[in-house]
């Protein structure tokens, strides 16, 4: 079978699901290709490669991170520019990741569902896996460490369910479209407090940031001085992987997260902490569900 997979990831975390889903179907013997979306709304149309793959395709897969229990604006404008399929009815997986286990993330892919299926793509399947905040607050490593095992567990099983042809989609909750649609109004504060950014004194002009934004949103002028454009996804990109954290996130700074995730088991007593003590329940339901569905397949 031929398989295509597009994504967008701010700060790895759904780059790290996209890519154990290729794996997973790789090894199944299938010809899987995957590709960020970065960059490519930028452009009037999708590269012609892209949208070739996508036709000749026998099954899309489309993974995002959840931001204001929405798909990102990218996400959203990448499936406005898919192709129309006329005839064909493309048999379609939806991925996502989240910071918290809610039942509210669940309705974060309403609008892009509503795009895929104005082009004849066929939602049949959907998951969630949570990963580590890259806003608000920083999960402890232990907590990222067992929500990336978690994932790793749970998507070869979610792929063999795609492939096997079995349909899982996510229950919704009442009101989700009302819900999502005031929800989309971060969209518009995004790229308001986006023009907030600034630099500090300890940024190095390394240039990481200027290269790395998805949307080219940040420039250095000929006089060493940043500038922020109106583009800002709110992707966390820039201020998450700068080293010197040197960005101020605008209005949100104090909900920044700098420093990527090792993954790795924490070595320390105060990295084994798990700083957040809000959502206690539901991240422990979330693991007893994955448990459940992992052991019931063993
Ligand atoms: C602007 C923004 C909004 C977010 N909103 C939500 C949310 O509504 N619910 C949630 O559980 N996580 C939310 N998160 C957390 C991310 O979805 C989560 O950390 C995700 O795994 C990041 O994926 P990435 O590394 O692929 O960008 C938000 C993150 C950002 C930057
Ligand atoms: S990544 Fe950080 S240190 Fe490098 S140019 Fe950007 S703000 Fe400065
Ligand atoms: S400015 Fe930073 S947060 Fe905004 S889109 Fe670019 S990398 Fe992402």
């Not at 013997?29 to 000749?56: N, R």
């Amino acid at each position: 079978m031929k398989i295509v997979i597009c994504y967008f990831s701010g700060t790895g975390n759904t780059q790290k699901i996209a890519d154990c889903f290729v794996n997973c179907m790789t090894d199944s013997g299938h010809d899987v290709q995957s590709f960020s979306i970065d960059g490519l709304t930028l452009q009037k149309k999708l590269p012609t490669e892209l949208t070739d793959a996508i036709i000749k395709c026998d099954l899309f897969g489309i993974g995002y991170p959840v931001y204001a229990f929405n798909a990102p604006p990218i996400v959203l404008a990448f499936a406005r520019k898919l192709p129309h399929l006329l005839k064909q009815r493309k048999r379609t997986f939806i991925f996502n990741s989240s910071g918290e286990p809610l039942k509210l993330n669940n309705i974060s892919s309403l609008k892009l569902c509503q795009y895929l299926r104005i082009r004849h793509f066929e939602v049949t399947n959907e998951y969630h896996y949570c990963m580590p905040y890259n806003i608000m607050f920083r999960h402890s490593d232990e907590m990222a460490l067992k929500m990336w095992q978690t994932a790793q567990q749970l998507i070869p099983l979610d792929a063999e369910e795609i492939l096997q042809g079995q349909k899982h989609l996510l229950e919704r909750v009442k009101f989700g479209g009302i819900i999502a649609g005031t929800m989309r109004c971060e969209q518009w504060g995004g790229k308001l407090n986006g023009k907030l950014y600034s630099v500090s004194d300890n940024c190095v002009k390394c240039g990481k940031c200027v290269k790395d934004c998805p949307t080219h949103n940040i420039r250095i002028t000929q006089k060493g001085k940043f500038r922020f454009g109106g583009k800002c996804l709110m992707c966390m990109r820039c201020a998450h992987f700068c080293p010197q954290n040197a960005i101020r996130i605008g209005l949100f700074n104090s909900w920044k997260v700098n420093g990527p995730y090792t993954f790795i088991e924490p070595k320390t007593e105060e990295e084994q902490q798990h700083y957040n003590k809000l959502l206690t329940k539901a991240y422990e339901k979330y693991f007893a569900a994955a448990e459940q569905r992992i052991n019931d397949d063993k």
